[in-house]
Each structure stands twice: as C-alpha cells, then as structure tokens.
C-alpha cells in the first residue's frame, strides 16, 4: 500500500511533517481540526510538499528523519534546493 509524506505550513508559519495511507482524507482531518495537536491550534494549514513511496513505512521512515532537521533544511527542501541541504545538516561553526 502506498504511503505519502507531507509536510504543512500552518497559520503561525510553523511547519508540521507527517505521514499516512490516504493524503487526502488526512488533509481534510487537519482542515476541520481532527488532525495532530500542532495543527488544531495552528489552522488553517497549507500543504507545501509531499513525496510518495510504494509502502506506508518508507513513508514514516522519511518523516522520522525530517522531524530532526532545522528549520532552514526544511524550507530548502520544500523549496527544491537539493544541493543545500547537506551544508544545513552541518553544525556552525561558533
């Protein structure tokens, strides 16, 4: 079964990473609040992105490893600047 991972942009700016079986139903679960915590307080949302793999796990793998990234690697990511996020994965120098 397919599987997508989404990321949101909500009302506050915030972005919410995510994965599911069904795109469309879990967006309107966002819209009309019934989604995660985050986005009922953050409404309404926007999806900005989205990548689709052949099983739901790859999906939540993916969203796993997004969960960790700054702020920054993610707007690069939604955005298409492949060739940036390796220099935002490294920490500054102080």
């Known amino acids: 079964m397919k599987g997508y991972l989404y990321i949101l942009l909500c009302a506050d700016g915030s972005f919410y990473t995510g994965s599911t079986k069904d795109l469309e139903r879990r967006l309107e679960e966002h819209q009309n ?11 309404p949302v926007e999806l900005v992105y989205t990548e689709e793999y052949e099983r739901i796990d790859e999906a939540y793998y993916r969203e796993r490893q997004i969960h ?11 955005e298409g600047r492949n060739q940036d996020l390796p220099g935002l994965a490294k920490r500054k120098q102080k």
Do not use: C, M, V
Request: charged letters at 35%.
């Open 33 to 43: 609040g019934e989604g995660a915590n985050h986005t009922r307080k953050r409404l």
């Open 68 to 78: 960790g990234w700054s702020r920054d690697k993610k707007q690069a990511l939604i």
